[in-house]
């Protein structure tokens, strides 16, 4: 009596403008079955903008000061934003740079896309370096509340180890980029 694991079932118990709730009934891979609460979204792009030439010595990259209700305060974050219906995740980055930041890039260049917490949403994030930036007018919406903040980015690497940084997306954003930064 072995079936595939996945889902039997699901009811949507809320609908919202960023996110929706399903109670999913699945079967696990041993056999037994539950109810999980699930939170799905529609994914997100986030970009870690390089002000200066990567392979410079300290790049600078940009960092947005925003206010979050959920962390009661201002949060150092990359860029970031959901993707809109049938957005490709580049598109998104590009987007969210310009409408957040002002910024457009030359290049967009992927890092990884990773999960943000598998065990309740399906939620992923699109990961990108921007660079070749040039200034332009912010499009923001009216609860991004924020400042932009310039930063070397070995200052930003020593506020993610400090706990200044507490923004997961841009926690990884910032390493993996330090790390994209060699090997240019």
Not at 51 to 65: M, W
Not at 155 to 182: N, P, R, Y
Request: glycine share 8%; proline share 8%.
């Amino acid at each position: 009596m072995s079936s595939e694991p996945g889902r039997i079932s699901s009811k949507r118990v809320y609908g919202g403008k960023v996110i929706s709730v399903d109670i999913d009934t699945v079967q696990f891979p041993n056999g037994t079955i539950g109810d999980l609460e699930m939170v799905r979204h529609p994914g997100a792009s986030a970009v870690v903008p390089f002000l200066d030439l990567p392979s410079s010595p300290n790049p600078r990259v940009l960092l947005i000061r925003q206010y979050r209700y959920a962390a009661d305060g201002y949060v150092y974050e990359i860029p970031a934003g959901r993707l809109d219906a049938g957005e490709a995740p580049q598109d998104c980055a590009m987007r969210e740079l310009r409408e957040e930041t002002g910024y457009s890039a030359r290049d967009l260049i992927p890092i990884t896309t990773f999960y943000t917490t598998p065990g309740f949403t399906d939620e992923r994030i699109h990961l990108f370096a921007a660079t070749g930036l040039s200034a332009g007018e912010a499009e923001r919406e009216p609860d991004e509340i924020l400042d932009l903040v310039p930063i070397p980015l070995s200052k930003a690497i020593a506020m993610v180890h400090s706990g200044e940084i507490l923004d997961g997306k841009s926690m990884i954003g910032l390493l993996l980029a330090s790390q994209f930064a060699h090997r240019e």
